[in-house]
């Protein structure tokens, strides 16, 4: 089942943001509208916009608004990744090629560039400026954060909180931006807004978290990306950082090693050590106090469907295996 399919309420809606996302990328320029298509109907579960809908649903919204916001945040989602595939070198996304592998790097950023200001002409549309202050500093922190797993590539000495400050930035900030600006929507008190917008960042680290630990657990076929992908890329994730303060001697130099250098070569060796060392665990279990705290921050909405199905979404996020 699909996340969308929690709630019966919001199918019609879901359904209603894949309309305007795919009447929303039209360009005059056909390379641009050929790439945007590939990327945005390229799978995946459509979880950010979902939240928009979700958010602005327990709050009462009963306007249609929440439609077009929720493709905005589809649309900056999806250039981010055609921007992470180029960064990363990545050559599949979602069990298919990549924007990158198909057209070259300069098309795949441009076009990334060119979701970008869709997604602010959409958000003009709207007049919320209140929605734009939120998104718009969403959009620079994820640049940040970015920059900054871009500094800890390749470095073995990046810290569990270097590691969270990226993610937090890199993928949990447009979670918490998606649920956030669903309440302002809605006009939601204070009290509400606040706790959406914690619920989405508690939300996102979870997801990511356990997505770092996806990528030592699970196959290509179910990942839609190639095992090993953060290690050949250098990049400490939480799993090789604990790995490496449990492991002997010879395990912590090997993983620095592969950390320094990139590539597979170690794959086998170091997935056993973040196995044996239980760092698999110690990450699920970190992902796992975050959705609990994400359940939590839900306590200041009115009990409704849309309230459930958010509390599910928590469950499911550290549960998942693809």
Known sequence: MQ?????????????????????????????VEKIGHYIVEGGGKR????????????CGYKGEQHISLAAVIEFIHTATLLHDDVVDNSD????????????????????????????????????????????????????????????NCKNPDTTEEAYMQVIIGKTAMLFEAATEVGAILAGATPEQRTALQLYGRHLGIAFQLIDDVMDYLSSAEEMGKNVGDDLAEGKPTLPLIQAMKQADGEGRQLIRQAIRKGGLEDLDPIMQIVTDTGAIEYTQNAAQAQADQAIAALSALPDSSFKATLEQLAHIAVKRSA
């Open 3 to 31: 996340p969308h399919q929690l709630n019966p309420l919001i199918e019609p809606q879901f359904d209603a943001v894949n309309d305007y996302i795919i009447n929303h990328l039209g360009s005059n320029v056909p390379l």
């Open 47 to 58: 979880l950010r916009p979902l939240l928009v809908l979700l958010a602005a649903n327990a």
């Open 92 to 151: 599949m996304r979602r069990g298919k090629d990549t924007a990158n592998a198909k057209w070259g790097n300069a098309p795949s950023v441009l076009v990334g560039d060119f979701l970008y200001s869709r997604s602010f002409q959409v958000m003009v549309d709207i007049g919320d400026m209140a929605i734009m202050q939120v998104i718009s500093n969403a959009t620079n922190v994820i640049a940040e954060g970015e920059v900054l797993q871009l500094l």
